[in-house]
């Protein structure tokens, strides 16, 4: 089992859309026995809150479901997952520090990647923007980008872990 695990800040608009999407691929390949995903917050925020109703209705509109509880990354989560993907250079940074502050060693690299290394369009910005303060369309966006990360990242495991089905 491949355990993968999507980070943002809030852990309410960003990474469980990313989650969300990255599973329903997962499924459409055939390969949800091979891969698992979960999402987690950097910050303690919106501990326990539902994602943001206005990245639900994004979702929804596009045929999918957000379920995800917001939780925040923890020290066990450095054991139990092989990649983390940090939606922005601050929560890349912040993922390093938790890293290295609860469990000792810094996450390694190679397992630890700004998710827009996977967007063929992203254009030397490898942000995931923000889009809590933002208008709906700011969440349209995040969808099409963790959309188009999501198919590359799975390409990659698919290649890595040669999981062909
Ligand atoms: P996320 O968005 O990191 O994509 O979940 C945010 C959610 C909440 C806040 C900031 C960003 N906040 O400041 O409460």
């Excluded at 809150?49 to 957000?66: F, S």
Aim: some cysteine.
């Amino acid at each position: 089992m491949i355990n993968i695990l999507f980070v943002c800040l809030g852990n309410i608009c960003r990474s469980p859309v990313a989650e969300g999407v990255f599973r329903d691929l997962v499924g459409k390949r055939g390969l949800q026995e091979k891969i698992k995903c979960d999402s987690a917050g950097t910050s303690s925020y919106h501990i326990g809150d539902q994602p943001d109703r206005r990245m639900c209705q994004i979702a929804r509109q596009r045929g999918l479901q957000l379920t995800h509880c917001a939780r925040k990354l923890s020290g066990d989560d450095f054991y139990q997952f092989d990649y983390i993907l940090a939606m922005d250079e601050a929560n890349f940074e912040d993922i390093r520090n938790i890293s290295y502050r609860s469990s000792g060693f810094y996450f390694p690299e190679g397992q630890l990647y700004l998710y827009r290394e996977f967007d063929h369009l992203a254009n030397g910005d490898l942000t995931v923007p923000d889009p809590y303060y933002e208008d709906i369309a700011a969440f349209d966006e995040v969808y099409d980008i963790v959309e188009r990360c999501g198919h590359n990242f799975l390409d990659f495991l698919v290649e890595k872990h040669q999981l062909h089905t």
